[in-house]
């Protein structure tokens, strides 16, 4: 039987005038709509009970299994307003998939593709309201307004055994999101960590789960110490090859025209990294996905051969990197200030995801 989203719509939603002064400046993750998707799921009955219903707290068993060892995996997605007033999600089977490929990995029950769809659909439509303008003559930086979507599935069955949960919750918040770094597309610098690993083979690192983020604030915490905004990771094997950022993927630009960026595994496969290396073509540069060396970012940053470095998430969407560091060493990529290939492919993928330029990857889903 298939799982439908039947809308109970909130009494009491946020007044107009309120939640425009929200849109007007959103910030990022800070406030939420008026609903939300559920669905829960347990070994008898599998999926049921979906619907998208007011936002509400929910009360858990205080022995539930993600309160103790942390079963629970999450998406990140983004619903987007074309200049005609539609609505539109990019790329939402991607996260769907990765949201199952999750579940597999933390023993957690796969939401069916189609399901993960229609809530994201129902909740946009339900919340239409919600979703931002575009800000598409702003200078760069502003035009990234979305309502970003975050699914979630938690385990919840009480019960102290080390065992897959027989219960789980599955919910998708909606929140209103402008530039996830307040300091826009001006860049980030990067702490390289030798303190911390984000993954090792055969481990988490490739599922979206909260226990790879959790790991991820201390190391963050000594980034901040250092003076940079995010935390680079190396590979836990001691190869010293690059991995990924603490809530994005990498990416250097050569002067010889290459978009070069780790390959995957250990790494999360992220949906603005595909995309970026499917645009790549277009922006006359060749995508290459290997192991690469920290000593090789180090010293072609040094010589000029990588020219660029940005990080890209769906959250971040294409964020600049104009510097980095490590114990005993900082760097500065190019001139500091964030580069023009950087620049053009983020406009790209914006331009894709707002309406703006054909799409001839058949990336867009229209949700309204
Ligand atoms: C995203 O880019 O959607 C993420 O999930 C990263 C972060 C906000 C945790």
Request: include cysteine; proline fraction near 7%.
């Amino acid at each position: 039987m298939s799982l439908d989203f039947p809308l109970d719509r909130a009494a009491h939603p946020l007044p107009g005038a309120e939640r425009r002064a929200i849109l007007a400046d959103p910030g990022f993750g800070r406030w939420f709509t008026d609903h939300m998707a559920v669905a829960a799921w347990d070994t008898e009955r599998g999926w049921h009970d979906g619907g998208i219903r007011p936002l509400a707290p929910f009360t858990l068993h205080p022995g539930a299994a993600v309160l103790h060892y942390g079963q629970e995996i999450f998406e990140g997605l983004k619903a987007y307003r074309h200049a005609d007033g539609s609505l539109w999600l990019f790329r939402p089977r991607d996260n769907a998939r990765r949201f199952a490929a999750s579940a597999r990995r933390l023993a957690l029950p796969e939401l069916p593709e189609d399901a993960f769809l229609r809530a994201a659909e129902e909740l946009v439509r339900a919340d239409a309201d919600w979703v931002p303008e575009a800000d598409a003559d702003g200078p760069e930086g502003s035009g990234e307004q979305s309502l970003y979507l975050r699914p979630f599935l938690i385990a919840t069955e009480p019960f102290l055994g080390v065992r897959p949960s027989a219960q789980a919750l599955f919910r998708v918040l909606a929140s209103p999101a402008g530039p996830y770094f307040p300091s826009g597309v001006t860049g980030v610098t990067l702490w390289v960590t030798e303190t911390y690993a984000r993954a090792a083979a055969g481990g988490t690192g490739a599922a979206k789960c909260g226990g790879n983020y959790a790991g991820s604030l201390a190391a963050q915490n000594e980034a901040r110490e250092h003076g940079c905004e995010q935390v680079l990771y190396l590979d836990s094997a001691g190869h010293g090859t690059i991995e990924e950022s603490g809530t994005m993927n990498l990416c250097l630009v050569t002067r010889d025209g290459e978009l070069l960026t780790p390959a995957l595994g250990t790494i999360l496969e992220g949906v603005t990294r595909d995309t970026v290396l499917a645009l790549a073509p277009e922006l006359g540069l060749r995508p290459v996905e290997r192991a690469i060396p920290l000593a090789e970012l180090r010293s072609r940053v040094a010589e000029g051969t990588v020219t660029e470095v940005f990080a890209a998430g769906t959250a971040a969407v294409l964020t600049p990197v104009t510097g980095f560091k490590g114990e005993g060493y900082a760097v500065t990529v190019g001139d500091g200030t964030p580069g023009a290939t950087t620049l053009a492919l983020r406009r790209a993928v914006l331009d894709l995801q707002y309406g703006r330029t054909e799409d001839r990857h058949g990336w867009l889903h229209r949700v309204r």
